[in-house]
């Protein structure tokens, strides 16, 4: 099973991105595909995810109104659009997918250690 992101890049303060995540192999009933974001010396934290194939979504209060997660299910890709980045956003993001036989578990369950799978995750800066 493999995740790949893609587009990440360097914005402006108030700028735009938007994030999408591959996800190949995995499969699409019961399972939640989450987006966290490392930066440096913090722990990675969980932003947000969303339960499949339903598309509940989730997201952390830090981002709730600024990030929006969705799916495209035909071409299993899951994105991430960002707006009105500012400078503490700057991070590497990840996304992950685990299988979630619930989307209770999908938004209760925000731990690193919950999800099996992982991408190599894309830069993102702000400055």
């Known amino acids: 099973w493999q995740l790949v992101e893609s587009g990440g890049g360097s914005v402006q303060p108030g700028g735009s991105l938007t994030l999408a995540c591959a996800v190949s192999g995995f499969p699409i009933d019961r399972s939640c595909v989450g987006w966290f974001r490392q930066s440096a010396g913090k722990e990675r934290e969980w932003i947000a995810s969303?339960?499949?194939?339903?598309?509940?979504?989730f997201a952390a209060d830090s981002v709730k109104g600024r990030f929006a997660i969705s799916q495209d299910n035909a071409k299993n890709v899951m994105s991430l659009e960002m707006n009105d980045l500012k400078p503490d956003d700057a991070a590497m993001y990840y996304c992950?997918?685990?299988?979630?036989?619930?989307?209770?578990?999908?938004?209760?369950?925000?731990?690193?250690?919950?999800?099996?799978?992982w991408g190599q995750g894309t830069q993102v800066t702000v400055s």
């Open positions: 969303i339960y499949r194939p339903g598309g509940n979504t």
């Open positions: 992950a997918a685990k299988r979630s036989q619930t989307s209770l578990y999908c938004n209760t369950g925000r731990m690193v250690g919950s999800y099996a799978y």
